[in-house]
C-alpha cells in the first residue's frame, strides 16, 4: 500500500502501514522483525519534513482514540485527531487551552513536532503534556509523569519510542470570537508587539503578491455567548465565535510545503522586515502567505523557543511548485536572526547547526535516544545524522 504525507512531496510506494490499535499490539510489533529494521508511527502525515524513510515499517495508532478518567486524571489515546479530541473533552466540560491553524493531526504527532498555536502567554501544545505513556525501542512501558522527566521527551519526533497515551493540563470549556482585519504590519509591532500583548491568540498573514497584511485575533468569551466586537480599526474582513475547538482551526485546502523558523520575539520584527525585502524582490508574484505567531517559552530540550518567547515565523509555497528556490533564499536570513527551526517543517540545517541552535539539551536528548532505542529501532534515514552517532553524520 502506497503511503504520503499530506503535502505529496515525500512518497512511499511499497509502504505497508501496520494498524497498532493497542500497547499490546505495539509491543508485538518492536519484538517481530521488520524490514530494515528501521520502524515508525505514522499520525496525520501533516509533517514537512524527512520524518520517514524508503523500506522503513510504517504502524499506525488510529485505533487509539480513548479518552480515559484514571485517579481524576484524563488520559487521552495518542493515535486520536484533534478534531475529535474536541467535542470529546467538551463532554468532560474541558478543552484545550491552545490550538494551532488546523485540527486534522494526530493528538501524538502534533505534540511529537512542537505543534503550536498563538498566543504572548501559550506556549506549544507540548509544553502542556503531564503524563506521558511510551513503549520504548527494547518494549519497555514507560510512565512519564513531572516537569523535569517531560521536559526531555515532549519533543521527540518518535525517536524516543512509541506514545500510546497522553495527559495534558486542560482548562475549562471556553468559547472564541474571531475576527480578521486588514492592518498594516508596522502598526503591529508598536509599542513591543502591543496588539498581540492585549490579545488572547493574535496572529498575521502578509501576501507578498499583494503586500497586504490581515491581522487575526481571538478573544476568549462566555460558551454559548455571542461576541460583542469593537470597531474595526482598518476594515474588517470576517468574524465567527462558537466554542473555542470550533472556532481555532480553519480549512486548508490547498496544499503546500512550509518552512517555519522561531527567533527571539525582540528579532521578529527585523527579520520579518528582511524576509519581506528578499520576497518583494524574489518572489514579488507569490500568493502564498507569510505567517507570524507568538509562542512563549517552554523548557523542553528539544523547544525551539529554548525558554524564551519567540516569533514563529512561517513561509509557504505551493506544493505543486519546487519550493527548493524560496525555501533557501529565506532560511538564511532566519538563521542570521538566531532562529530556531519547526520539527515538522522543511529546514536544511546540518548536525553542526542543530548543535549551535540547542547545545547541552540537544546532547541530552541524544543520551536519552541511545538508552531508550540502543538498537535505534526508530532512527530513520532522514533523523540518524542529526540524531545518530556522531561519527555516523
Ligand atoms: C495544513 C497544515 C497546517 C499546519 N498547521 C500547523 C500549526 O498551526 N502549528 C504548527 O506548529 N504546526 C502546524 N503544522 C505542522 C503539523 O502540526 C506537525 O507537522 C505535526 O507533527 C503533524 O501531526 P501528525 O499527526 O500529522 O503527525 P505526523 O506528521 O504523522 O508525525 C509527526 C512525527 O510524530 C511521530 N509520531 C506520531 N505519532 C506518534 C506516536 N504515537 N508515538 C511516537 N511518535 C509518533 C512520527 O513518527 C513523526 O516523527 C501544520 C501542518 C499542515 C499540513
Known sequence: MAWENWSGAQQFPEAELTPLPSEAAVQR????????????????????????????????????????????????????????????LAAHGLALANQGDIDRQSLAGALATG?????????????????????DGEGQIHVLTGPETLDGTRIHLGLLGVVTALAL????????????????????F??????????????FWWIPASDETIFKQLREIPLG????????PFGGVGER??????????????????MEYSVPLEAGPACFRELRQALLKDFPKLPWPVEYRIVAGDRGWLSPTQGQRVA??????????????????????????????????????????????????????????????????????????????????
Open 29 to 88: 510489533w518492536l519484538a517481530a522483525p521488520q524490514g530494515s529494521g528501521v520502524r515508525r508511527v505514522v499520525g496525520a502525515g501533516h509533517s514537512f519534513s524527512p520524518l520517514w524513510g524508503a523500506g522503513e515499517a510504517l504502524g499506525s495508532l488510529e485505533g487509539l482514540d480513548g479518552v480515559v478518567l484514571e485517579d481524576g486524571q484524563l488520559w487521552l489515546g495518542a493515535g486520536q485527531r484533534l478534531a475529535d479530541l474536541g467535542p470529546k
Open 312 to 393: 514563529a515565523i512561517s513561509v509557504h509555497q505551493d506544493a505543486r511548485r519546487p519550493y527548493g528556490p524560496l525555501f533557501d533564499r529565506v532560511e538564511p536570513i532566519f538563521r542570521a536572526f538566531g532562529g530556531r527551526p519547526h520539527w515538522g517543517k522543511r529546514f536544511s540545517l546540518d548536525r553542526a547547526a542543530f548543535d549551535d541552535c540547542y547545545g547541552e539539551n540537544l546532547e541530552r536528548f541524544r543520551a536519552l535516544r541511545r538508552r531508550w532505542d540502543p538498537e535505534g529501532r526508530f532512527l530513520t534515514a532522514g533523523l540518524a545524522p542529526i540524531f545518530g552517532d556522531a561519527a555516523d553524520a
Open 169 to 188: 493540563r486542560l482548562r475549562p470549556a471556553y468559547g472564541l470570537a474571531e475576527r480578521n482585519a486588514k492592518v498594516p504590519f508596522e502598526a503591529l
Open 241 to 258: 465565535w462558537g466554542p473555542a475547538w470550533q472556532i481555532f482551526p480553519s480549512d486548508r485546502d490547498a496544499r503546500f510545503n512550509e
Open 190 to 203: 508598536e509599542g513591543n508587539h502591543a496588539r498581540f500583548r492585549s490579545q488572547r491568540h493574535g496572529e
Open 115 to 135: 505543534t503550536h498555536g498563538t498566543g504572548w502567554a501559550l506556549p506549544s501544545l507540548a509544553a502542556m503534556v503531564t503524563g506521558m505513556r511510551l513503549v
Open 225 to 232: 455567548g455571542s461576541a460583542r466586537l469593537d470597531p474595526l
